[in-house]
């Protein structure tokens, strides 16, 4: 478990070391496909509508939640448009 552990803290200072030695160019790059990947994932799936039973559930589901996770949802549902 310690042997895992030290693995896990070891390739992510790698990777951070990594991000570091990286020009800003490589960066911008990296964004601008990353953007470009979800727009297109975003016209193949379209945003799922919910019905009014669906939004209720989802609505019960998220009071479940913690309050200090609850405060910080970075997704939140849009209005019901009926």
């Known amino acids: 478990m310690v042997l895992r552990l030290l693995y896990l803290i070891f390739v992510r200072v ?5 991000l570091l030695g990286r020009l ?5 790059v990296e964004l601008l496909v990353l953007r470009h990947e ?6 193949t799936n379209p945003r799922p509508r919910l ?3 669906g939004r209720a559930m989802l609505a019960a589901l ?3 939640l913690p ?3 609850r405060e910080h ?10």
């Not at 800003?24 to 911008?28: E, G, L, N, P, T």
């Open 38 to 43: 979800v727009a297109v994932l975003r016209r």
């Open 14 to 18: 790698v990777g951070w070391l990594v």
């Open 62 to 64: 998220v009071r479940r």
């Open 67 to 69: 309050n200090w996770l």
């Open 51 to 53: 019905d009014w039973a």
């Open 24 to 28: 800003s160019a490589v960066k911008d």
């Open 73 to 82: 949802r970075l997704v939140t549902l849009p209005p019901d448009p009926g």
